[in-house]
């Protein structure tokens, strides 16, 4: 991919996901800008990222690819500001859910290379599983340049705008539903006689190999539970699947557009 600039827009955590990525694979940029209405959030990134230059919304716009990494209440208004400052040759490309391409395009009129991408955080790890989106009028050569620089961040890959709500339910978020979980019993682990060490690596390993078992064994859902007849949580299990189906169908007819 030819050398290119990027600006950010919104300096936060989605921002620091995409730098780290890249910045583990030695992406090249001719220059990297970033704009945030919070001098802390740039402080901190800039500490991480010492190659990041702040500059107001108006310049961030104005780079060959332009990243809205904000909060959905927050990117209508805000296009509304640089509107005119984003260049018709930019590519420029949503983090939020909500917002949909006719929306981008009511005020990016004059772009014709806009995308919607649901970033996640393994990313970080490059090991994202990052769906994307594009415009109708998207350039088909712009479109693999920049599909082979978001395959940076791990698994990108195209689907349709309307799956978009659906994977950032069932991709985005989903570590939160475990990641407490997994913490909590590392240190139940070490309670219980193993070291710190013992107790992740037991916790990572098993969980693996079980989600191996559950998706690629080729038996049933039911096959594999009944695989360990104790179940020590088994008398709580309906009250957690009615949060998961109250919380998560909830959210997601929240974001969905």
């Known amino acids: 991919m030819k050398t290119r600039s990027l600006g950010f827009i919104g300096g936060g955590r989605v921002t620091r996901i995409l730098l780290q990525g890249f910045k583990n694979k030695n992406v090249g940029f001719e220059k990297v800008v970033v704009a945030d209405t919070n001098p802390e959030v740039l ?19 104005g780079q060959d690819i332009v990243f809205i990494a904000l909060h959905p209440p927050m990117v209508m208004d805000t296009l509304e500001l ?5 260049r018709a040759e930019a590519t420029v490309i ?4 909500k917002i949909n391409l006719a929306k981008l395009s009511s005020k990016l009129g004059q772009v014709n290379n806009i995308a919607r991408l649901i970033p996640n955080a393994t990313s970080y790890i490059n090991e994202g599983y990052n769906p994307v989106t594009f415009s109708a009028g998207f350039d088909k050569a712009e479109k693999q340049e920049i599909l082979e620089l978001l395959k940076n961040m791990g698994h990108t890959f ?14 985005a978020m989903l570590p939160t539903y475990f990641w407490f979980q997994w ?18 690596d037991s916790i990572n390993e098993t969980i693996i190999a079980s989600l191996n078992l559950m998706y690629k064994s080729g038996l ?6 009944d695989l360990i007849p104790v179940k020590p949580i088994g008398e709580h299990e309906s009250q957690i699947a009615e949060i ?8 997601f007819e929240k974001i969905k557009p």
């Not at 909590?184 to 107790?199: C, P, R, V």
């Not at 049933?220 to 539970?225: A, D, Q, S, T, W």
């Not at 998961?244 to 959210?251: C, D, E, F, I, P």
């Open 220 to 225: 049933k859902p039911e096959e594999v539970i």
């Open 244 to 251: 998961y189906k109250t919380k998560l169908v909830g959210l």
């Open 158 to 171: 195209e689907v349709s705008e309307e799956k978009l709500e659906s994977y950032a339910i069932m991709s």
């Open 43 to 61: 402080a901190n990134l800039k500490k991480q990222f010492p190659e990041v230059m702040s500059v107001e919304a108006k310049d961030a716009a």
């Open 82 to 86: 640089i509107k005119n400052d984003v």
């Open 94 to 97: 949503s983090l939020a859910p």
């Open 183 to 200: 913490k909590e019993l590392a240190e139940i682990g070490q309670k219980i006689g193993l070291s710190e060490k013992e107790s992740k």
